[in-house]
């Protein structure tokens, strides 16, 4: 067995509250940080217009940091996909 994550607490959870952590995440069990957000690609902190150049950049000078579907390639795939997560934006 594969264990990932672990969560101790000082007291004993009742079944509601262990419940109430949610199932399987590949975040684990407690978020520390919210998510990233993808759309923020050049992790300056929000969504701007910038962001937008730089995956630009990066889509035509080929950089796998363009592979925005992580499919393994750079593809135009990849504007699709990086446009629709910048359009709706991060919560």
């Known amino acids: 067995m594969y264990i990932a994550n ?3 607490t000082d007291e ?3 079944d509601a509250q262990v419940a109430a952590l949610g199932g399987v995440n ?3 069990i407690a ?3 919210p998510a990233p ?5 050049n992790g300056a902190g929000g969504v701007t217009v910038q962001d937008i150049f ?5 889509y ?3 950089n796998l940091s363009a592979d925005f579907n992580a499919s393994g390639t750079v593809t135009v795939q990849d504007i699709f996909d990086f ?4 359009f709706a934006g991060c919560a």
């Open 12 to 14: 004993a959870m009742s």
């Open 6 to 8: 672990q969560l101790f």
């Open 31 to 33: 978020y520390l940080r």
């Open 83 to 86: 446009l629709g997560a910048y």
């Open 60 to 62: 035509f000078s080929g």
């Open 54 to 58: 730089d995956f630009l950049a990066a």
């Open 37 to 41: 957000c993808r759309a923020d690609f």
């Open 26 to 28: 590949a975040r684990g």
